[in-house]
């Protein structure tokens, strides 16, 4: 296994340890006793995760360790690392006023990601192979997403995280709607015959 590999398998790791933190967090915080030791340590392993996502890809480029289980095991990596924080940051209130990321918004998230999951299958059984670039929407999908979790642990109380959490969705059905137009485009040209070469 290449050390790229391992990285990736160590920010697996952290992703429970990580909500077994958000987790104890918020249970100091309902017992008004709030522990911001435990915040910040949750906050750090949430960074630590996010970062090793760019040490495995740097490592991969620059020392040649490109490997079929990387280029599996590294976007389920980084899914798990994000679904697990929106989950848990959903399920576990961080403060007075249901200071949390709302369940609406996790389940959105997860139904997008579960509708894709079906979509890839299906332009693989239709198409017999999917070939797709990664677009703009589902970068600003991410980052979005990724904002109103910092939001929720950063507690920046200007605004409730409803705010940042109603810019995501938009980015989140967006990017869902062009995975699915690319999904169609796919099989439809996947039946369109090629034309045959000339003898």
């Known amino acids: 296994m290449t050390l790229a590999s391992k990285v990736t398998l160590g920010r697996i790791f952290l992703v429970p340890v990580f909500a077994s933190y958000v987790a104890r967090y918020s249970s100091s915080v309902r017992s008004d006793l709030p522990d911001e030791k435990l915040r910040w340590i949750a906050l750090s392993l949430f960074i630590l995760a996010s970062a090793s996502d760019g040490l495995d890809g740097w490592i991969a480029r620059h020392h040649n360790q490109r490997s079929k289980f990387g280029a599996f095991i590294d976007p389920l990596a980084d899914k798990f690392l994000l679904i697990t924080a ?97 999904a169609v485009r796919q099989i439809r040209q996947s039946r369109t015959p090629h034309p045959q070469s000339p003898c």
């Open 86 to 182: 929106i989950l848990s940051l959903s399920a576990f209130p961080w403060g007075d006023e249901n200071w949390r990321i709302p369940p609406w918004f996790a389940t959105l998230v997860i139904t997008r990601d579960i509708l894709i999951g079906i979509g890839i299958f299906w332009v693989k059984r239709k198409a017999r192979d999917v070939h797709y670039s990664p677009h703009w929407t589902g970068k600003v999908c991410t980052v979005t997403q990724m904002i109103a979790i910092g939001w929720v642990m950063l507690k920046f109380d200007v605004l409730p995280p409803l705010y940042p959490c109603i810019v995501a969705s938009l980015f989140t059905l967006w990017s869902a709607f062009n995975y699915y137009q690319e």
